[in-house]
């Protein structure tokens, strides 16, 4: 877009791509993310002291963060993203689950506000019914969750949780939902202006989790008919349009058996996963959110938009820190990669784990599969244990392969999974 780009930068990044990528960078603190990445009053100064228009949040640390994104308007910097007040409806767990309840959008059976002590949590478990599931109403990540199954598991799951979300999140205001066994994750991708026009993007399966995060995404989910992608995507804009969102976003449900849908939550940024949905759309999501902070109309109407073909994407996450000794990414037609990773860099202990997503494209599922194995075949970083392997054996389960999966995935198969890995099965 011929944008300039200054990068704000800790100390343990001073070697990054991103770093050597930007045509400006600037330190901020350390290591510490508390200290740099978290730090709005450093970030803010940058990005006046360097002459910046707008900021781009990615879609970690401050990128949810409501008092961040005012901060931003108070020094007429552009936040690319939603509005403060969106995001502090929208971002907030039980408050969005307060507002999709006001507009018909179907959630969860669960508590109707905070709960506040254990106590409490035990007297709506009864009421709606084991197994629970007690929630952070400011998680991410998976962080801030715990299950319950009957009352006696209660004070433990809330305490847990409870103190958890304090010390990821600074808050432990709790909240409670009815635990759907295996339900699968579907997601579907929202594009608003500041004029009312919102759209969807059709949907992302992201059931496959270890621990609620996701390991790996396609887009379209394998098991989703065509009336209930209708369904889901007009419900997901009623959502959108209920909370007054502009940007792009993603409103999060669970689907359980019967292919009955709840919301959960809507995530207020740009996704890990949104790379799959480019790919079958053709859209730049993050040139659509940029035009967007800028005050441009869509120029894309509902009618316009259709899914061609499948991708996958895996998400490379390392086991260990290290130095990247030698690395070869997978290319070729249909392949991209996202990454930050190079010969010689080191992965730090500090941040997040995910250091490479693979996202294939093929003209059908199967096709799609038989491309992620063989890009993740060609995949080749020393250095660092990852869990390429595993993933690549994943894509071997038979259940894999017949799109036959939900959020019990990992749990139900990782043994197996692992006992190939350990036994040298190979499949080539
Ligand atoms: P998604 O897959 O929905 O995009 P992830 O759970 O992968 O979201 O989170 C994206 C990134 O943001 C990860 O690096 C994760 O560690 C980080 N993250 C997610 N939620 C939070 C949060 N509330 N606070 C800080 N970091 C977060
Ligand atoms: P996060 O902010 O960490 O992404 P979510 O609310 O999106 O938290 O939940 C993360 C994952 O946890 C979901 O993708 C799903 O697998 C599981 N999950 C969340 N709520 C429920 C629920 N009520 N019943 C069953 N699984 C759930
Ligand atoms: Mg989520």
Redesign the pocket.
């Known amino acids: 877009m011929d944008v300039e780009t200054v990068i704000v930068y800790s100390t343990a990044d001073k070697d990054s791509l991103a770093v050597m990528a930007a045509d400006k960078a600037v330190c901020i603190g350390p290591a510490k993310a508390a200290e740099s990445y978290l730090n709005q009053d450093a970030i803010i100064e940058t990005a006046i002291l360097t002459g910046c228009e707008a900021v781009h949040p990615g ?3 401050l990128s ?1 963060n409501a008092a961040f994104a005012r901060k931003c308007e108070e020094n007429n910097l552009i936040f690319i993203g939603p509005s403060a007040d969106i995001i502090s409806s929208m971002g907030d767990k039980q408050s969005a689950r307060q507002l999709m309840i006001e507009c018909g959008v179907p959630v969860v059976p669960g508590s109707d506000g905070l709960v506040a002590t254990a106590e409490e949590a035990a007297h709506i478990a009864e009421k709606i019914g084991y197994p629970v599931l007690i929630k952070a109403s ?1 998680g ?3 962080k801030g969750m715990r299950k319950a199954f009957s009352r006696e598991d209660i004070e433990n799951a809330f305490e847990t949780a409870k103190s958890e979300a304090k010390a990821a ?1 600074g808050n432990d205001d709790m909240y409670i939902e009815k635990l759907i066994i295996n339900p699968r994750h579907i997601e579907i991708q929202i594009l608003a202006d500041k004029y009312g026009n919102t759209i969807y993007l059709g949907e992302r399966d992201c059931s496959i989790q270890r621990n609620n ?2 390991l790996l995404e396609e887009a379209p989910s394998a098991r989703l008919c065509k009336d209930q992608r209708t369904v889901m995507g007009e419900t997901a804009v009623r959502a959108a349009k209920a909370a007054g969102y502009y940007s792009a976003g993603t409103v999060e449900f669970v689907v359980n058996e019967q292919g009955d849908y709840y919301f959960i939550e809507m ?1 207020t940024r740009i ?3 949104h790379p799959v949905t480019e790919q079958v759309t053709g859209i730049d999501l993050i040139r659509e959110q940029i035009r967007i902070a800028a005050g441009m109309k869509l120029n894309i109407t509902q009618e316009d938009t259709c899914v061609n073909g499948h991708a996958i994407e895996c998400r490379i996450n390392a086991a260990t820190p290290g130095v990247i000794k030698f690395l070869h990414f997978p290319d070729g037609y249909g392949v991209r990669v996202e990454s930050h990773l190079f010969e010689g860099y080191e992965v730090s202990p500090f941040y ?1 784990s ?1 250091i490479a997503k693979i996202i294939v494209t093929g003209s059908s599922r199967l096709e799609a599969v038989r491309r992620l194995r063989r890009a993740l075949e060609e995949l080749i970083i020393e250095g660092v244990k990852t869990n390429r392997e595993f993933m690549h054996l994943l894509t071997y389960h038979k259940d894999f392969i017949r799109g036959n999966y939900n959020t019990g995935f990992w749990e139900k198969n990782h043994t197996e999974i692992e006992k190939w890995l350990k036994e040298g099965i190979t499949v080539k």
């Open positions: 879609y970690g640390f949810e400011a991410g990540g998976g999140f995060q996701k995530n996704q890990v996963e997040d995910m």
